[in-house]
Every structure is written in C-alpha cells, then in structure tokens.
C-alpha cells in the first residue's frame, strides 16, 4: 500500500512485494486504455458479438461492451481486439508506461497477460496506478477518465473505491490480484493485494479473499470505515 500524501509504503511481505508474476485480469486497466486509444472499438459502450462458445463465467456468454467485460472480467472481449493491436504495439505501450517484464513466451495467442512468462509485481502496480491516477501516462486524458470511470467499485460521499480484480495459474500456483486506489476527500491510497496458493490445495474463499483481505486492511488503517 502506498499514502500519497505522506509519501509512505506499508508492506506485509516487503520481498514478496518486489516478486513479479503474471497480472490476469488487473492488466484490463492498461489494456482498456490502449484499446481505447488505438480506436479497436470506438468507446465502452460499443457491443461485440458474442461467438456463442459456452463459457464457465455465465456474463461472459452474451454480447458485451467494454464496461461490462471490464466488470466481469471478459476474457474473449480482451483477447478478441488484443488480436487486432499485435504484440509490437503492445511492446511499445508498456515500455512507455513501465508496465511489466515485457516477456511474451508462452503465452496463449494473443493473451500475454493469463498465461506465459508475462509478469509484474505488486510495487510495480502501485507505481503504475499512481500515473493513471495523476494522469501521467501517454494516453488522452478522456481515455484515461474513461477508464478510471470503470475502475468505480465503491463511491460514498466520504470516499471513491476503483479497483481491479484478477485470477490466475501459473505454474502450478493459483494467482489472485486485487489492485485499485481509495481518493478520500483529503488523501489518495495506493493498493495491490496478491494472494497465491498451490492449485492442489482446495479453497472455496480464495477468491473473495482478495477483496476480504484488502477491506479489512483498509479498515484497520482508518482509510476506509469500519463495518
């Protein structure tokens, strides 16, 4: 976690922090930015067909537009115009942003960001959410509010919660991401949490544990109000 005003990083695990591993689906923040910029749909809203391949995700088996698929994590949706983009433009956008190791081996097709040697660590998250979030990255600024738009999980008169969720295997370890920032009316909190567990070992409450973890963290350091 990291105070912006107080310029001050708050660790659980400060080597782990530093270790990289694939992003899954919190990539959708960058990607959506790219996607936008490069016109491969025109805005958010714009609908793409769904192939009718049955998904496990029940959302993902209709058409969507971009804020839906940002939302309910559309893999097909991403993966579809990622096509589009190729893997040099990609290169180029997340060089300039400072995103990631910018390894593309083994990757599924065009999705780097699920599987392969693509990988960015939780500092680096942080770092890269602090650009989006003071606008200092090379993408249009109603780009960028665009997606910052889609990032809202939570907005209360005392502060705004955007964020993204993201879920993954890689060699034979779960991955589960939770990144975002709180804006309070006198203070902008940086977070990225990553959970991992070996893909043996049975946990219905991983995934909700991302979001569970971060909240109750959030909640001890008074950022956000306890339940």
Request: proline share 4%.
């Amino acid at each position: 976690m990291y105070d912006l005003k107080q310029n001050r990083w708050t660790y659980s695990h400060p080597k782990d922090a530093k270790r990289a591993t694939l992003p899954a689906s919190t990539f959708k923040i960058l990607n959506s930015l790219i996607l936008l910029e490069e016109k491969a749909v025109r805005d958010e809203n714009e609908v793409l067909k769904w192939d009718g391949q049955q998904r496990s995700v029940p959302a993902w088996n209709a058409d969507t537009d971009m804020k839906h698929a940002f939302t309910n994590s559309t893999v097909w949706f991403y993966v579809r115009l990622a096509q589009q983009i190729g893997l040099n433009k990609y290169r180029n956008y997340l060089q300039r942003c400072g995103y990631g190791n910018d390894k593309f081996n083994g990757a599924q097709g065009a999705d780097f960001w699920n599987y392969g040697d693509f990988a960015i660590s939780p500092k680096t998250q942080i770092q890269f959410l602090q650009k989006l979030y003071q606008e200092k990255l090379p993408f249009s600024r109603e780009n960028i509010h665009k997606v910052k738009q889609m990032m809202v999980a939570e907005e209360t008169p005392a502060y705004t919660l955007r964020a993204k969720t993201g879920l993954t295997s890689h060699n034979g370890r779960n991955i589960g991401w939770y990144v975002g920032y709180v804006e309070t009316k006198g203070n902008v909190y940086f977070f990225a949490t990553r959970l991992h567990k070996d893909v043996q070992t049975q946990n219905e409450n991983f995934a909700t544990c991302r979001k569970t973890v971060t909240r109750k963290l959030l909640q001890q350091l008074g950022i956000l109000p306890a339940p």
